[in-house]
């Protein structure tokens, strides 16, 4: 209902009570209740899959239409983020939010920071949804409690047509509440302990699950050496059980984004099942490195049939088997077809650098079997962008015949480049990196896993530089405070943003003039009304 419908239902109701409940204000209702638009976090997760599906098909009417995302470690973080997009872009459409497992394993785990390899409690990836969610919906009460009190002072001051102008902003307001796109990793554990904790991200919130093709308890981070991966079936069996949780959870159009890590793991602790020559576990083990042995080998020995030949996967001491050297991309473009075809919504090739041509060859070869085929992309802070670029626009340059006699491929991050043709060239490729991407190479959405955590580290380290130094106070003041209020960042006031003037509202509902509010005239944070 709309802010009026509510308001009258809510009378109704209270002059149902005979008497009994005639100090409470139908329109305070109204104000709580569009307040907390959403109830539960499954209303968020149906909410926002909503949102999500109707993204994708407008990708895929348009690739201009991709989508981007910030990794966030807090429900503050989240929430200043979207209200620093609604300030500046007027809209939070297409614009989602990343829960990062790095980012929780390095700063919300009871063991302290952890590496990113599924050690951190399984519980704090649900329980940092519903903080980012709860942190949103403050934002939302927030914003339409100043909106309520403009309405009031409209109406205080008889102009009718300013009280209609708020009336209408307060009708369609719209929610900083957004996708969130959740790490489960590699699933905490078999299949039935990921579908567990499906269950409880969605509840939480979540209406898009991202989760990896690596063995749970062997499980590293993306960019780190030492990633091993599993057969098909099972990883096949996960997304299963994803999908099993959200059709229990009554989120029918959940998403599942299914990672691949296989470009950048050699390894794997299982050699797949299979029933016959060619079928999915067969192709899988196709990819082992093997050598050909003559009689019933040594000990131990682990031997397939290969073409009718005995054959011995080369075995590590760790009991892990190897893949052949170079394997990598075919078999990225085969696990992203079998869980496109078994279940999955999106898909995202981990890789080892940003380049748009080595996504789109994977990807091309993915579309020529499944169609509308759609990455999720790491942007990630593991690669050295500035250097990256400027060797691509370098390779580029000396493949046309340009002379680069004037750089050094090897040092090209120098800052004595930065000023450079070249720099600015790549720059430029830095800059339109998403967009182009995003046309060329099936991106549908663009995340930076970790911005937040590099941000938070930068400016605190500006800060402790600043006010431990000689600008001591100065320091915070004329780079912190000042900046705050001449950008309009909403915080400079942390008395309201921390929840200070909803709780003034609420007082004066449910005490009326014997309220005794915070926000009167001796309050400091009127030092900032101009």
Known sequence: MGYQEDMAQAGRLIRDQDGRWDAIGAENVARMRAQNRFRTGLDIARYTARIMRADMAAYDADPANYTQSLGCW?????QQKMIAIKKHFGSTKRRYIYLSGWMIAALRSEFGPLPDQSMHEKTSVPALIEEIYTFLRQADARELGG?????????????????????????????????????????????????????????AGACALQIENQVSDEKQCGHQDGKVTVPHEDFLQKIRALRYAFMEMGVEDGIIVARTDSLGAGLTKQIAFTREPGDLGDQYNSFLDCEEVSGAG?????????DGKLMRPKRLPSNLYQFRPGTGEDRCVLDCITSLQNGADLIWIETEKPHIEQIAGMVDRIREVVPNAKLAYNNSPSFNWTLNFRQQVFDAWQQEGKDVSAYDRAKLMSVDYDGS?????ADDRIRSFQRDAAKRAGIFHHLITLPTYHTAALSTDNLAKEYFGDEAMLGYVRNVQRAEIRQGIACVKHQNMSGSD????????FAGEAALKAAGKDNTMNQFAA
Do not use: S
Request: without cysteine.
């Open 74 to 78: 807090h429900g503050f973080i989240a």
């Open 147 to 203: 909106l309520f009190r403009d309405l009031d002072a409209a109406r205080a001051a008889g102009d009718e047509v300013k009280a209609k102008q708020i009336q209408h902003a307060i009708d369609n307001h719209e929610t900083h509440v957004v996708p969130i796109i959740a790490d489960i990793d590699a699933g905490f554990g078999n299949a039935e302990a990921t579908y567990l904790l499906a269950k409880k991200m969605i509840e």
């Open 298 to 306: 040594n000990p131990g020995d682990v031997l397939i049939n290969r």
């Open 421 to 425: 043709e070249l720099a600015a060239e």
């Open 502 to 509: 909803i709780g003034d509202d609420h007082k004066e509902y």
